[in-house]
């Protein structure tokens, strides 16, 4: 196969990649607005995903949080600056390894999970009874996912960003000497309630991607089980390049004027 | 009286890739009928159904359900037409984060307004017609492959549409389920009117409920007639296959 043919090939399967999500973002919103809402079933999703995520995203959160305060107080204490130190692990956490971390966990744990749930749907023919059936899968199984996500994934990114600071604060005091108090005071000048909001929006915004990519990867699974293995794979790998890339942009167009 | 088209399809053609699984095939579902479609396996038998429910849609050609062309219509529209028509699906499709019950019960919860007991006493009745009384909350990976069959049954007939699609719904069932699900299928047309299409290899079954019969061969409908025009039919390759015989023209 040519260069150029194998070229278009990608570029059309991309384009039928995007218009599907297209697809699949649209239709969601038409079940959110017209409030076609299975409540049971997104509360049901959203509590088996926060308390299933919360242990791993707490301790991804503390020893990043630890990490951050070990390195930096290293240094700040070099310089005489040791109390700068609550501000820098607090920064970091809130406005941005806080919605990473846990966006990244989310997607590794139930971004996975969606995928491979739906994808098997789909070749036990469970979506196509659905849809026989006169059932959006896109409302019965989508929204939900997407809802939960949207409510869990801000609040879980809460407590990462809670325990974040908690764990810096500790090992800033244990190895370096600074007070908790000195800690809390430079973290309030350095943070302020807008940042929190906006690590807030990324979260939400990382939510979405989550949902989406892991949706539209199990329902567009082909080919058995082998199938389901890759969707699952690819909802994850995309997802992380997503939520990296978006974090970027946001951070640009949030924090960018600063 | 000239019988009545309920649904059809239109010199259809549907490939996957490069294989060619309907060549220009029609067929004609006659309303209020029993129309038993049989063939080698692999033929695309499913496939039809498919076609009928509006899942799949055809390379060329088109698939008339109750006067509307469901080639090229949103899914959205197809919503309405899809209450009317139901598919018991070869391998029973239920979904199994649901029990039995509620899997039976779902198009009765979603598309009615029946308050709980009500679904529930229906369920029941579909679940004993078929056989399963007790498995209300089983999970589906808690049965056997015959009882997930009679359960997809069973959901696909809880809302009495008008056009039931059954995908061999008694292969792999012993004689006697076999004979409860015929009887079902043919006391719901009579009482009810419904439209069926079954796809069966059981031949007794079939000479037992169809009121038609089509054959499909190499990706066309290459006979079909009231029943007993196809069970005398002179035809070599219906013969072949009424008798299971393995020297004629369909290659072994
Ligand atoms: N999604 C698909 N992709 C590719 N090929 C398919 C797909 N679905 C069905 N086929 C092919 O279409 C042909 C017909 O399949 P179908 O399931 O309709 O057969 P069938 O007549 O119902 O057989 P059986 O009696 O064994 O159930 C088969 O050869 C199958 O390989
Ligand atoms: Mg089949």
Known sequence: MGILERFGERTIAFLEYLGGMTALIGESVRSLVHAQIRYAETFLQAYELGIGSLLIVLLTSLFTGMVISLESAQQAVQFGIGSLVGG????????????????????????????????????????????????????????????????????????????????????????????????????????????????????????????????????????????????TTSAVVISIILIFGTNFVMSYLLFGGH | MEPTIYASLDDVTLSFGEHVILKNCSLKIVRGAITCIVGLSGAGKSTILRLLDGLIEPSSGHVYVDGHDLCHTPERDLVEL????????????????????????????????????????????????????????????????????????????????????????????????????????????????????????????????????????????????????????TNPFVQQFLTGSEVGPIPV
Not at chain 1, 115 to 126: L, P, W
Not at chain 1, 171 to 196: C, L, T
Not at chain 2, 166 to 188: A, C, F, K
């Open chain 1, 88 to 231: 820098a692990v607090t920064y970091t956490s809130v406005r941005e390894l806080g919605p990473m971390l846990t966006a990244v966990v989310v997607a590794g744990r139930v971004g996975s999970a969606i995928a491979a749930e739906i994808g098997s749907m789909v070749v036990t023919e469970q979506i196509d009874a659905l849809r026989s059936m006169g059932l959006s899968p896109v409302r019965f199984l989508v929204v939900p996912r997407l809802l939960a996500l949207a409510i869990m994934l801000p609040l879980l990114t809460v407590f990462a960003d809670i325990i974040s600071i908690l764990g810096g604060m500790w090992i800033a005091q244990a190895y370096a000497h600074i007070n908790p108090a000195s800690f809390i005071s430079s973290a309030r000048q350095a943070v302020g309630f807008e940042d929190v909001v906006k690590g807030l929006l990324k979260a939400l915004i990382f939510a979405c991607i989550i949902a989406f990519v892991g949706c539209y990867q199990g329902l567009s699974t082909r080919g058995g089980a082998a199938g389901v293995g890759r969707a």
């Open chain 2, 82 to 233: 899809r209450q009317k028509t139901s598919l018991a699906f070869q391998f029973a499709a239920l979904l199994d984060s649901l029990t039995i019950g509620e899997n039976v019960g779902l198009p009765l919860r979603e598309h009615t307004a029946l308050p709980d007991e009500k679904i529930r006493h229906i369920v029941d009745d579909a679940l004993e017609s078929v056989g399963l009384r007790h498995i209300y909350d089983s999970l589906p990976n808690e049965l056997s492959g015959g009882m997930l069959k009679r359960a997809g049954f069973a959901r696909a007939i809880v809302t009495r549409p008008e056009l039931v699609l059954y995908d061999e719904p008694t292969t792999g069932l012993d004689p006697i389920v076999t004979n409860l699900i015929t009887d079902t299928i043919v006391r719901l047309r009579e009482k009810l009117g419904g439209t069926a299409v079954v796809i069966s290899h059981d031949l007794h079954s079939i000479f037992r409920m169809a009121d038609y019969v089509a054959m499909l061969f190499e990706g066309a409908i290459i006979a079909y007639g009231p029943r007993e025009e196809i069970r005398t039919s």
